[in-house]
């Protein structure tokens, strides 16, 4: 299972960015999807997952603002952010999970993309 995420970039305060993982595996639809972040000097934070069946889970810190959403045909899932602020500034990760429990650590994790950086200014 490989994952190539894209879509990261530089924004002001208060825009968006979506962001996209391409996965390559013939049984996408079998993997729950996350998304995960890390900024410099910082623990790895879960920032949202999306379960085999489209249940969506979201952290704190993110909830209201940012959107994930799968698309099976395409073996694509996104993360749309809205409304961005600084902090948002980080290494953004997609990763795939074969389990049906909700993660919100990123050991439960099997298969990771590369990241993308968004960077977010005031």
């Known amino acids: 299972v490989q994952l190539q995420a894209s879509g990261g970039g530089s924004v002001q305060a208060g825009g968006s960015l979506r962001l996209s993982c391409a996965v390559s595996?013939?049984?996408?639809?079998?993997?729950?999807m996350g998304w995960f972040r890390q900024a410099p000097g910082k623990e790895r934070e879960f920032v949202s997952r999306?379960?085999?069946?489209?249940?969506?889970y979201y952290g704190d810190s993110v909830k209201g603002r940012f959107t994930i959403s799968r698309d099976n045909a395409e073996n694509v899932v996104y993360l749309q952010m809205d409304s961005l602020l600084p902090e948002d500034t980080a290494l953004y990760f997609c990763?795939?999970?074969?389990?049906?429990?909700?993660?919100?650590?990123?050991?439960?994790?099997?298969?990771w993309g590369q990241g993308t950086q968004v960077t977010v200014s005031s």
């Open positions: 999306i379960s085999q069946g489209g249940a969506t």
């Open positions: 595996t013939g049984s996408f639809r079998s993997y729950a």
């Open positions: 990763a795939a999970d074969s389990g049906f429990n909700i993660r919100r650590d990123s050991s439960g994790y099997a298969y």
